[in-house]
């Protein structure tokens, strides 16, 4: 199946602590995405890549660092997580192409206690 | 800049009832408009976009919207709803100068009466 796949779907951890959430898409797209949804469903993004190169860094603490391997890979790295981290995170993709959709994965929801 | 608005957060209508999802835009340069759509515990789905064009536009699930440059809205509606249509909704801008950033709206949650 062609899609975005981001993992783990569920992650439960302590504050403090450091965590790995990993996206892949096999769509053939060249830019890929970081969004957040917080507990009132608002989206915000986060991060952009292009290519492996990083386009859009929102203002979001350096606690957090995205990482490219490829063009099909984006994984987000948070250390130290904090309460309010909690939040579901979304991957997504869309060819370089202004008037192209995103196609999200099925986001992965932290809970950070 | 660019910024979308969604007018209710909230809106309720009965099966088979029109639904009626608004959203206005605000941007110096022509956007191109998308409808996403979220089931719970899923990702976002496209539902239909304007980029140029005819500006009524058909997306899945029988769910159109129209484009109107003149009050900057780009509403969706369906003609009868059904159960299934229930989940949340977003509106979304992209301008062309932008590094392809969507801006989403903060989503309306469709209930669905039986």
């Known amino acids: 199946d062609t899609a975005v796949s981001q993992t783990p779907k569920y992650l439960v951890t302590q504050m403090g602590n450091d965590k790995s959430i990993k996206c892949e898409q096999n769509l053939g797209h060249d830019t890929m995405y970081w969004y957040k949804q917080d507990s009132k469903k608002f989206l915000k993004i986060m991060f952009s890549y292009n290519n492996k190169e990083l386009i859009i860094n929102e203002t979001v603490p350096n606690r957090f660092s995205p990482k490219s391997p490829d063009k099909a890979h984006l994984n987000l790295h948070i250390n130290s997580l904090e309460l309010g981290d909690s939040a579901v995170y979304f991957c997504?993709?869309?060819?370089?192409?202004?008037?192209?959709?995103?196609?999200f994965g099925n986001g992965t929801r932290l809970t950070v206690t | 800049a660019q910024s979308v608005t969604q007018l209710g957060s909230h809106v309720s209508v009965s099966e088979g009832a029109l639904v009626l999802l608004r959203c206005n835009y605000s941007s110096s340069v022509p956007p191109y408009l998308f409808w996403y759509v979220q089931y719970p515990n899923q990702g976002l789905q496209l539902l239909l976009k304007?980029?140029?064009?005819?500006?009524l536009v058909k997306g899945i699930n029988g769910f159109e919207a129209e484009f109107k440059k003149s009050e900057t809205s780009f509403h969706l509606t369906k003609p009868s709803a059904h159960m299934s249509d229930a989940a949340e909704y977003f509106c979304a801008v992209i301008i062309n100068t932008n590094a392809g950033k969507s801006t989403f709206g903060d989503g309306t949650t469709l209930t669905v009466k039986p």
């Open positions: 997504a993709s869309r060819l370089d192409r202004v008037n192209s959709p995103l196609h």
């Open positions: 304007y980029t140029t064009g005819a500006t």
